[in-house]
């Protein structure tokens, strides 16, 4: 147990440092695709642009709506970020931590308790445009989630298995990705909306909205906020790499293939255009949730025979 604490602690301080470090990457990418420079005067580079930037945001006044549900409004940042944390006790070791069987299931679990943190704080804030953004993301996470959870099915019947390390094991002779081409695109689309990342970032990016449901926040509690949807992002990343890209767990190359991926989270934000939030609806309803059951079950008709046979 004390070895597992040890190796956990160690591995969320490492997230929390590259969170600093995928917000500076994002700052510079979206600035040379805007042809400008991105930071640039914080230390050699820009490096140490993200800790200024952490510092002024914890040291700045902490305000609060004087009508708010205070209790609620205070510790909804803190229980979106304790949900993050939670997220990446799974991620796949080896040795010297615990090893989760049902490792999806848990996933599951905690993506949709992140839906009660979105609408805790949207709604305890006690203003209209947080409790709409609210609103709007709890909406579109819960809508990508059927179509994500199905997709993940797809995957789960072919190892008969819960394990993130059961993955590699499989994908040793081939990636999951190379027959499964559309399934990995709805993934990556799935994964966009579930972390309300442009173009699917409809809960902040309409002008009545101001900021969506993290509009009140200040200080500590945007701060927060903001750490846990980049720890999502992070960890979305890392499953896309579980599920699709070999997931080879000793290799220095499934690092560089989790930082491709997020590179491509931050891409799409500075290349797409923002769609209409009944196209985004649409999208996951009429299109997602077909295609990953035709798939789901062409699949599990395709094990049946073999097994048959």
């Keep these: 147990m004390v070895i597992f604490l040890i ?30 420079k991105g930071p640039n005067k914080v230390g050699f580079m820009g490096l140490l642009q993200p800790f ?3 510092m002024k945001l914890f040291f700045s006044e902490q305000t609060y709506p004087y009508m708010s549900n205070f209790i609620i409004y205070y510790f909804s940042p803190i229980f979106m970020l304790m949900l993050s944390f939670s997220l990446w006790v799974l991620f796949p070791f080896f040795i010297n931590i615990y090893s989760f069987n049902f490792g999806f299931l848990f996933f599951m679990c905690c993506t949709g308790m992140g839906v009660y943190g979105v609408m ?44 993130f390390v059961d993955f590699m094991i499989y994908q040793r002779g ?11 695109f709805c993934w990556l689309s799935s994964c966009l ?27 500590g509690g945007f701060a927060f906020i903001f750490i846990s949807e980049y720890m999502n992002i992070i960890f979305m990343s890392m499953l896309s790499v579980v599920l699709f890209l070999g997931c080879d ?13 997020v590179f491509w989270f931050i891409w ?23 295609m990953s059951l035709n798939y789901f079950m ?4 395709f094990l049946c025979y073999m097994l048959l046979n």
């Design 120 to 163: 805790l704080s949207g709604w305890s804030s006690n203003s209209k445009y947080a409790l709409l953004g609210g609103l709007r993301a709890m909406a579109q996470t819960i809508s990508y989630e059927v179509s994500m959870s199905m997709l993940m099915l797809c995957f789960i019947i072919f190892i008969f298995s819960y394990n």
């Design 174 to 184: 081939i990636w999951f990705l190379l027959f499964s081409l559309p399934l990995f």
């Design 193 to 219: 909306a579930e972390t309300n990342r442009a173009p699917f970032d409809f809960a902040e990016g309409e002008s009545e909205l101001v900021s969506g449901f993290n509009v009140e926040y200040s200080s």
């Design 249 to 261: 767990l000793a290799s220095i190359y499934f690092f560089i293939k989790i930082v491709f991926i």
């Design 7 to 36: 190796s956990y602690l160690i591995m969320i301080v490492c997230v929390l440092i590259s969170v600093a470090f995928v917000t500076l990457l994002e700052r510079k990418v979206l600035g040379y695709i805007q042809i400008r």
């Design 298 to 301: 062409f699949f599990s008709l």
């Design 52 to 54: 200024s930037d952490g």
């Design 268 to 290: 799409v934000r500075g290349t797409l255009p923002r769609f209409r939030y009944d196209k985004l609806m649409y999208l996951t309803w009429s299109t997602f949730l077909p």
